[in-house]
């Protein structure tokens, strides 16, 4: 998710970098002190395991830069000699931590100290710190702690979502008999029914069975980032247009409903490479032959087709002319 940490003062960012460490279980040597810290921040101690299974400490200087108000790169005047600091503080190497990017001269230095063996360098720009906040399982709870919550995210469970997201999952959640469960392993959400998986603020995966959301259903545009949507035996009518306007979409599943037809509109989902329509009274289907031979899947049970419009003559030359072709029923 964007984080927007221009309302820390450097200090507090070095606190924030405290404890998101933590967190991550790096232990902390020295935490932030006020006074010439000889370009000190922090020092942390963590452990690196060979392939045998022996342990290596390591300790690295930790210098944090929050530069989220000018949105300047971090230039080599402000980090000061790094190979003398690390020698000044008896470390095994150096670490920055940015709320922004690093200049091509630093990435160049901490290269080039890395490669001669002395000391080993790292770096979190304003990307990879953002990966690591995610990671963390008290992400959240840090963020709050330190006021970085923006107001255009809102708390759903493990992760943040964007208000609009947030407020049409808490409509689904009273509609529904049971709550959508967000879960934060992503290959094991999708193979949990109930569940949705939650990356950067969006709503990524949602997997719902044997409910009706009634008017809802036409509100699923909102989950704009969606890539994978399942709907199984969710006494859905009529294929709802707000599906087709989800532009991420990669796998769709819909099977077990009272679909009757498939809209044209479906041609636009580009990215769709799954689509499962088994299981549905279907009587037209709007969707053309370039845009089956893109699919690697598609499912549908050839018993109940009595018009393919703009597509094949008979159902044969669609089962010889797709690869990956399974036939349900």
């Known amino acids: 998710m964007p984080i927007n940490f221009s309302s820390l003062s450097g200090e507090d960012f070095e606190f924030f970098c405290r404890d998101l460490l933590e967190s991550l279980r790096i232990e902390i040597m020295e935490g932030p002190s006020r006074g010439p810290d000889g370009k000190k921040d922090l020092i942390i101690s963590y452990s690196v395991k060979d392939v045998i299974g022996r342990k290596k400490n390591y300790t690295l200087l930790v210098q944090c830069k929050n530069k989220a108000i000018s949105e300047k790169s971090v230039y080599e005047s402000e980090l000061g000699d790094i190979r003398s600091s690390c020698k000044i503080h008896n470390t095994d190497g150096y670490f920055l931590i940015t709320t922004t990017i690093l200049s091509t001269t630093v990435q160049n230095n901490l290269k080039a100290i890395d490669e001669e063996g ?8 304003k990307y990879i710190l953002e990966k690591y906040i995610s990671k963390s399982m008290d992400g959240i709870k840090i963020l709050e702690r330190y006021g970085l919550i923006q107001s255009e995210y809102k708390i759903y469970a493990f992760n943040a979502l964007v208000p609009e997201e947030y407020d049409l999952m808490s409509k689904m959640n009273e509609k529904l008999s049971y709550n959508i469960e967000p879960i934060n392993d992503y290959d094991i959400q999708l193979t949990t029914s109930n569940s949705c998986y939650v990356s950067n603020g969006h709503i990524i995966n949602l997997y719902i069975k044997k409910s009706n959301l009634g008017e809802l259903i036409e ?3 909102t989950f704009n980032h969606l890539e994978i949507l399942e709907l199984h035996k969710m006494q859905i009518n009529s294929f709802p247009i707000s599906i087709t306007k989800l532009k991420k979409l ?3 599943m819909l099977p077990n409903n009272n679909i009757r037809q498939i809209p044209k509109g479906i041609l636009d989902l ?18 053309t032959v370039e845009f089956l031979k893109k699919l690697d899947d598609f499912f549908i049970d050839k018993h109940q087709i009595k018009v393919f419009k703009n597509a094949f003559d008979n159902f044969e030359d669609i089962v010889n002319s797709i690869p990956n072709f399974d036939i349900i029923g």
């Open 118 to 125: 002395i000391y080993i360098t790292h770096y979190w720009d």
């Open 219 to 221: 509100q699923l545009d």
């Open 250 to 252: 990669e796998l769709l």
């Open 270 to 287: 580009k990215k769709l490479r799954s689509l499962n329509i088994s299981y549905n009274p279907l009587e037209k289907i709007e969707i």
